[in-house]
């Protein structure tokens, strides 16, 4: 058993930690976009094939104190860095740091490449390995909390919302990760159809389909950092590849729904759809939701549209307001998850949203609220600022 980290975008933790259990991991914490969890070497293969809202996973092995960068460098330079890799293969460091005794966190890295770098040296004769920052085979990762500072090995390599079914984007795609992250909140489980006719790339409507047929994310990923590892099993690797693949279904009896008003958008959707060999699953066509009808055998309906301010205040208004419209016309009797990361827009859907949860996409703070359109659904009182629920953030 060993102790491992995933870590997540602000938001998603609590999901995050609810897929380990059901992967059979033990969690050990919750922490800000990272959660800790215990497990074996099979388990470390499985959370990088399956976890949908994980960025990586990585592996603790040293923690020690410091206050200085030259107490840094000896901590780190002590350390019998070749168990962990060779000299011909490269590295590179990346730090997160919140300490007073460590004011430049890039400083603090060079400190603890020339360490790592240094020890090579003393071990093989004045030989060290290359620094690769675009594509290392080690990726080690410094973390400095107050004078604690924890090395880890990060098993994944490139980041795992990088599911390789989206080559093509258009303007403004959401984080896979992200995207995952959001259906899970729902109960939304591939129970009924899904639809997203605002799909831009499709993101939306890939993961969802994945989730229903219970596709790993990263089944079809050739390359991840642990193969590098000197622990690294290939049968054992092979034996959970396996074993996850026969958890997948190849049948569903719902669909994904996607349209979006821009016929150039629709194709890069379907490039990306074929990409993730979703096609026989997903739906796409080009569509105005403000012309659009809830499909005779209904579904959840979630959607990321444009929030931002290329379109006029005016304008914006506007179409927030002919959403709700349409919603409330439209789509009686299901639930619609909008995201947005202007709440003021989001007003003027004019419906009361029974779930509001705060997300964060990219860097900009996003709403992404639950409308229920059960007959008798609540109108927005007309004094907003009364209504508790109604408050923004
Ligand atoms: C923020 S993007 C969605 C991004 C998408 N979730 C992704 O991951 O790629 C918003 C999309 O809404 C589409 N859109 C804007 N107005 C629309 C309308 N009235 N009906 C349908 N789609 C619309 C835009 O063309 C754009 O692709």
């Known amino acids: 058993m060993a102790i491992y980290t995933a870590t997540t975008l602000q938001g998603l933790e609590n999901v995050l930690s609810n897929e380990l259990t059901d992967l059979g991991a033990t969690i050990s914490e919750v922490h800000n976009r990272a959660v800790t969890f215990e497990g074996d070497l099979a388990m470390l293969y499985r959370a990088n094939l399956c976890l949908r809202t994980a960025l990586h996973i990585l592996q603790p092995i040293h923690q020690f104190t410091a206050r200085s960068d030259e107490e840094l460098y000896k901590q780190v330079n002590a350390i019998d860095w070749k ?3 060779d000299i011909d293969q490269s590295f590179a460091i ?12 890039q400083f603090a890295a060079l400190r603890v490449k020339d360490a790592i770098a240094d020890r090579f040296r003393a071990d093989f004769g004045g030989r060290r390995p290359a620094v ?3 594509n290392p085979d080690f990726k080690i990762y410094i973390h400095i909390k107050g004078s604690t500072c924890s090395l880890l090995l990060d098993s994944s390599g490139e980041s795992l919302h990088k599911r390789g079914y989206r080559t093509e984007a ?21 129970q009924s159809n899904f639809i997203d006719y605002m799909c831009g790339s ?9 989730i229903a047929l219970r596709h790993a994310p990263n089944l079809y990923r050739e390359q991840f950092a642990f193969m590098q590892w000197r622990n690294y099993d290939e049968k054992l690797f092979n034996r959970t590849c396996h074993e996850v693949a026969d958890q997948q279904l190849d ?14 958008t629709i194709q890069i959707a379907r490039q990306n759809v074929q990409r993730a060999q979703l096609e026989d699953y997903i739906r796409l066509s080009v569509k105005d939701f403000m012309n659009s009808q809830l499909p005779n055998n209904g579904g959840m309906l979630m959607m990321n549209p444009p929030y931002d301010m290329r379109l006029q205040d005016d304008d914006i208004v506007a179409f927030y307001k002919n959403m709700g419209d349409t919603l409330k016309k439209n789509y009686q009797n299901t639930q619609a998850w909008i995201l947005s990361g202007n709440m003021e827009a989001l007003k003027n859907i004019g419906l009361r949203p029974t779930r509001k949860i705060k997300l964060l996409n990219a860097t900009i703070e996003c709403g992404f609220y639950c409308y229920e359109l059960y007959e008798g659904s609540k109108k927005t009182p007309k004094n907003e600022q009364q209504d508790p629920d109604n408050e923004p953030f």
């Not at 258009?170 to 591939?190: D, F, H, K, S």
């Not at 499709?202 to 994945?210: K, P, Q, S």
Request: proline residues 3%; charged residues 15%.
């Open 251 to 264: 049948e569903w009896e719902h669909w994904a729904i996607g349209g979006d008003i821009n016929a150039q």
């Open 202 to 210: 499709g993101t939306l409507l890939i993961e969802a389909t994945m």
């Open 94 to 105: 990346y730090p997160t740091i919140y300490s007073e005794y460590f004011q430049h966190s």
């Open 132 to 134: 690769d920052k675009a």
């Open 83 to 85: 168990q962990y890799f």
């Open 170 to 190: 258009n303007q403004a795609p959401l984080n896979e990760v992200l995207a995952a992250g959001m259906i899970l909140m729902t109960n939304w489980r591939g």
